[in-house]
Each structure stands twice: as C-alpha cells, then as structure tokens.
C-alpha cells in the first residue's frame, strides 16, 4: 500500500472509534519512512470541540470543528512549513495546552486520521487515498467500554455515551466504506 502513496499525497485514514485507526498509521507512517519517505501524522481529533464549549444534543458534527479541519488540511497541502496542532485531552474532554508539532514539506505524505476523516466530502474529494479501518464490533466495543471505564465514567454513564454515538456518529463514520480506496481490517 505505501509503494501506491505518492509524495505529498493527502491520505486519509478514517473508522469508528477504537477500531485501530492510529496503530494503523503508526505502521503507514513507519512503512513509508523504510521507503526514505517523509511522512506526518494529524490526528483529526485535535479539532474535536471540547465538551464544556459544545451544544447540547448538537450531534456528531457538533464534536468536530469541520471548517478548521478543512482550513488546516489544505493550509499544510499548500504551504510547507512548521505546524503546531491541537490536541484533544481525552482524560478531560478538553483540548489540550500541549501542541503536537509536526514539520511538513513538499514531498510529506500527510497522513490524516480520525472518526471524522472520511465523513465530510470537503477533504475527502482533495484526498490522494482514503483507507477505512475497522476491527470486530465485539473487539471495538469492549475497547471503546475500557477506555470510558479507564477515564473514570460510571457504567451508566458509559451506556448513554455508547447509546448517543450510535444513533449519531455510527452510520455516518461507516458510510466512509462507500468511498474508501482500502479497507484495512485489524483484530
């Protein structure tokens, strides 16, 4: 896959969430680097709204400032450069002080990863390659399960949160199969 990536190619790498989507693109990137390659990552949930600034019941794309996903991808397509991106805390559902600072230059692959990144076709249509992770539902769940528990949400609390993201984030992150290149199953 990585021999089929050009240099400076936008790729996109979507799926639900805990499906394996940033262990995926840690391999992409490392396979693309044995090449002599450049290759960044950007994590779409840095651009995940934080939850104390989001309107109640304002849905998936309410989660997602789209508009700046959108800027920041074609901004780093079109002008190499030093980039400081956000980080979203998950502990605290809030975006981060600390910036992830990556350094793109002409030739960079830039490898775009999220729950968000298939979804919406103002990046997808600009995009070189679009790949959709996705792992056993049985798998995924019991991560997505462990990661709530692990971050201090109460049982109750983590079947509302799981019950919400499939009436509004589910169908939408799984259309991206429609339009991806690849499907990578990981378990």
């Known amino acids: 896959m990585a021999a089929q990536i050009a240099d400076g190619a936008l790729v996109l790498v979507g799926g639900q969430a805990r499906s394996g989507k940033s262990t995926f693109v840690r391999a ?4 693309l680097e044995r090449q002599g390659r450049a290759a960044v990552i950007v994590a779409l949930d840095g651009w995940i709204i934080p939850v104390s600034l989001r309107a109640a019941r304002a849905g998936f794309w309410g989660r997602h400032d789209r508009a700046a ?23 605290t559902r809030a975006t981060s002080p600390i910036r992830m600072r990556i350094e793109v230059d002409a ?6 990863e999220g729950v968000s990144a298939l979804a919406d076709p103002t990046w997808t249509t600009d995009a070189d390659m679009r790949i959709f ?8 769940r019991q991560r997505l399960i462990g990661d709530y528990r692990a971050r201090g949400f109460s049982a109750a609390a983590v079947a509302a949160l799981l019950k919400s ?14 339009i991806a290149d690849w499907i990578v199953t990981i378990s």
């Open 28 to 31: 992409l990137r490392q396979a």
């Open 69 to 91: 996903i959108a800027r920041a991808l074609a901004t780093m397509r079109r002008n190499p450069g030093i980039y400081d991106l956000p980080v979203y805390a998950r502990q």
């Open 107 to 112: 030739a960079s692959v830039i490898i775009a």
């Open 133 to 140: 992770v996705r792992c056993p539902e049985v798998i995924r």
């Open 165 to 178: 993201r499939m009436s509004d984030e589910f169908g939408l992150v799984e259309s991206g199969v429609a």
